[in-house]
């Protein structure tokens, strides 16, 4: 039952997002001018999308709703059907919960 719950809450909150989330640009950032030199530093490798998910409602107060689906998902850059794929498993895994009203939090030590 409680993956019947956090799929529906997350459906709800993904249709929701749809609605106000807009364009994801994803990863662009400025190129500098042509001839320009960069560092030579290699960049850092990237985090998995569970992490991301998570640092990403930790910024958010803990806790997807309504509200800030949106900005939950554009600051994880993760898509909707990444959400509903990552919610069940954090909730499998313990890092997660749903609650009475659907609304997703997450456990971890920032969020207790």
Do not use: C, F, K
């Given at each position: 039952?409680?993956?019947m719950r956090m799929t529906v809450a997350l459906l709800g909150l993904g249709a929701l997002g749809a609605c106000t989330a807009g364009a994801q640009i994803g990863n662009l950032g400025a190129?500098?001018?042509v001839g320009s030199?960069?560092?030579?530093?290699a960049p850092a490798?990237?985090?998995?999308p569970a992490e991301r998910l998570i640092a990403a409602i930790e910024a958010q107060g803990c806790a997807?709703?309504?509200?800030?689906?949106?900005q939950v998902l554009l600051k994880a850059?993760?898509?909707?059907?990444?959400?509903?794929?990552l919610g069940p498993q954090l909730t499998a895994q313990g890092r997660a919960e749903v609650t009475d009203d659907g609304t997703i939090r997450v456990l971890t030590a920032n969020c207790t």
């Open positions: 039952m409680t993956a190129q500098g001018r030199v960069a560092s030579a530093s490798a990237p985090r998995p997807i709703t309504a509200d800030n689906v949106a850059n993760l898509t909707q059907q990444q959400l509903l794929e």
